[in-house]
DNA sequence: CGCTCGCTTGATCTCCTTCAAGGACAGTGG
DNA sequence: CCACTGTCCTTGAAGGAGATCAAGCGAGCG
């Protein structure tokens, strides 16, 4: 068990800075660091993939850009503010999948899948940058430790599915929302988005509620008893986190099903 | 919406005959029947991936042959049997996150994720072939078609995690149990082992109330109210399907997700 | 024959949903 | 500057789907 400090010193590097960074960097660079937070990257294979030329988008609040049954083109990396991953169910129900934060890459699955079976879409205005199938082909093709990246990328991605179906299908609610705070805050950091214990979560509980397969309500509920504990804020949009230990004892969270390089963050057996 | 008939009609070829090709066919040729059931795969590439040596093993029931922390030297495939994926919670709560059918390849992810966060156990006693990983790698060096399915079935497996996710945090139970059939049988219709509306699922009704979150009493109930049905029976580890458009009508089923090639099976748009 | 494992049934409890409404706040237009 | 409106958060009360606890039953098996 490691406490809230050990967790914020860990110098992600370029995002240690207030602010910094995000304007600076090109879709490819953007990319390249996200793939070496999973794994060795040599660094001319780090050079190919930053040298990627990728289309910039902003995307109003509410918007998709992938749709259910889209054959997309081009894969899709955050720049700035949020995305999710959703379905919308038979009765209008929706659920989340996931949710992604900058610097991460939520579809790179398009690559080898035929057409999207759910939808991408912004959370709130976001920006995106866009890099094309097919010179990302050509870096699988000639970089097999980026390809091992991507790919294994992917599979991460699968892993944080399994884990969001097991807090779905096993968890009380107060557990689930702790361990989904766990989730986005331990990939803040990793995103060097966490700062003075805080990170950016720029979600309505209505979308939570959609996440964890609750009720608003009783979102709203279990919200203000967690709240009362002390150990974790969320308000207009900020995750707070008071008490790191505490927080990921309510929830049982265990880190190393997001598989990240640094042993420092979440402490990886 | 298609009828039953039609979706037993279609010869899946080497599986028509009851009991055929199970132990004739070597584990390369397992493998690469299954990964052409995601999509084109070339003669040439067909035949490299057939021509993998596998070490075939027999699987008491519930035995592991994956476990939590391991770092998987081999891909294991489904000769015959069953095998689960799942992981204990804290509370000592097993979570299941999905069922291996003969034919299938459940732990191709190891191939680039480090060590396994979860668990891969048989069922009931299972014969399942192992194949090294670095004769996997050469394929995905060698042969950028095979490498493409690889890659693709792994993607698929991350969709159905969603799938799984979605039906575990937004159905009611009679429609989870009838959407986990759903999924079942056309998995095992794809690997030729539905024949005449039936197919085996080994399965106690304890793994499924751990597959879908809910306790084994509930699943009991559940179930006796889908047989009154007359849509669907499961007893002594035999799935029959009497009414196949209903089954898919109870369970708003629809097999996207499952990114089958073959369009006859489950109505693909 | 007795034992274990899996299935079944009943009664009670509780977590979460549903329905309904009030309140805080920001944005907009007069 | 203030009413107007929409969005999001909050609160209350009642109802239900599923959990929990407990026990009986049937069949395969050593």
Known sequence: MRDANSLLASGQGWAGRPGAGQGMNSVGETLARHLASFGELPAADFAAVAALKGEVRDLPRQTDILRNGDQPTHVVLVLSGLLHRYTIGPEGKRQIHSFYLPNEAPSLETLYIDYMDNNLGAVVPTRVGLISHDQIYRIIDERPEARKLLWRQTLVQAAIFRQWLVRNSNL??????????????????????????????????????????????????????????????????????????????????????????????AGRR
């Open 172 to 265: 009380p609610a107060h557990m689930a929302l702790a361990h989904l705070f766990c989730e986005m805050f331990v990939r803040a950091d990793a995103a060097g988005l966490v700062e003075d214990r805080r990170c950016s979560l720029p979600l309505t509980q209505e979308y939570v509620a959609d996440a964890l397969g609750l009720t608003a309500v009783h979102t709203n509920r279990t919200l203000q008893a967690l709240r009362e504990t002390g150990v974790v804020e969320w308000r207009s949009g900020q995750l707070t986190v008071y008490d790191w230990p505490k927080l990921r004892e309510i929830a049982r969270f265990d880190p190393n099903y997001l598989h990240l390089r640094s042993t420092e963050l």
